[in-house]
T-cell receptor
Framework: SAVISQKPSRDICQRGTSLTIQCQVD?????MFWYRQQPGQSLTLIAT???????TYESGFVIDKFPISRPNLTFSTLTVSNMSPEDSSIYLC???WGLGNQPQHFGDGTRLSIL | TQLLEQSPQFLSIQEGENLTVYCNSS?????LQWYRQEPGEGPVLLVT?????EVKKLKRLTFQFGDARKDSSLHITAAQPGDTGLYLC??????????????FGQGTILTVHP
């Protein structure tokens, strides 16, 4: 089965700094998404990563805070900028293969703690 | 905005008991997924249901999609400690600018005690 790799798996960062999270898939995908999740809670969609164009952000999330790149069909990055303790969370990427009612598949997430 | 109400939020049961988790919405979904997530991992897809009234079985797990495609349930028979985890339902709204996006329920934390 296809592999979705997220790096780093976890990090501890100082407030005011930025961290870039990578999502690499071993085969071309149709869609890529980025989510945020508090431990034990549900997922909140941050944005849809669009290949070759600007990401589509959900309400409450802005490009300046969460810039996203997707240069090709197998790779995307999410940057968490100017971090504060409130940004401490799990960040997950998900992908869709094919079209129609195809499900999303998730990476194992990046556990981010801000001091 | 499509919303999914998932219940119960917490479930603590003894090994061998049966349980049901519900997901309800006022919106129609083109498909609905159920995921299970363990600590330190991403959600793992259990099943996708797309047809109203559809029933799918995965060993001791039975998934049902409502006739109107607005609700779904997950029933576990004879729960085992290995079933412990966070269960998430997620509805897919296909078409237009929302294509491919998932709306997640609040999640159900299941603990099965030996």
């Amino acid at each position: 089965s296809a592999v979705i790799s997220q790096k780093p798996s976890r990090d501890i960062c100082q407030r005011g700094t930025s961290l870039t999270i990578q999502c690499q898939v071993d085969s071309q995908v149709t869609m890529m998404f980025w989510y945020r999740q508090q431990p034990g809670q549900s997922l909140t969609l941050i944005a849809t990563a669009n290949q070759g164009s600007e990401a589509t952000y959900e309400s409450g999330f802005v490009i300046d805070k969460f810039p996203i790149s997707r240069p090709n069909l197998t790779f995307s990055t999410l940057t968490v900028s100017n971090m504060s303790p409130e940004d401490s969370s799990i960040y997950l990427c998900s992908v869709v293969w094919g079209l129609g009612n195809q499900p999303q598949h998730f990476g194992d997430g990046t556990r981010l703690s801000i001091l | 905005t499509q919303l999914l109400e998932q219940s119960p939020q917490f479930l603590s049961i003894q090994e061998g008991e049966n349980l049901t988790v519900y997901c309800n919405s006022s919106s129609v979904f083109s498909s609905l997924q159920w995921y299970r997530q363990e600590p330190g991992e991403g959600p793992v897809l259990l099943v996708t249901v797309v047809t109203g009234g559809e029933v799918k079985k995965l060993k001791r797990l039975t998934f049902q999609f409502g006739d109107a495609r607005k609700d779904s349930s997950l029933h576990i028979t004879a729960a085992q400690p290995g079933d412990t985890g966070l269960y998430l339902c997620a509805g897919a709204y296909a078409g237009g600018t929302s294509y491919g996006k998932l709306t997640f329920g609040q999640g159900t934390i299941l603990t099965v005690h030996p």
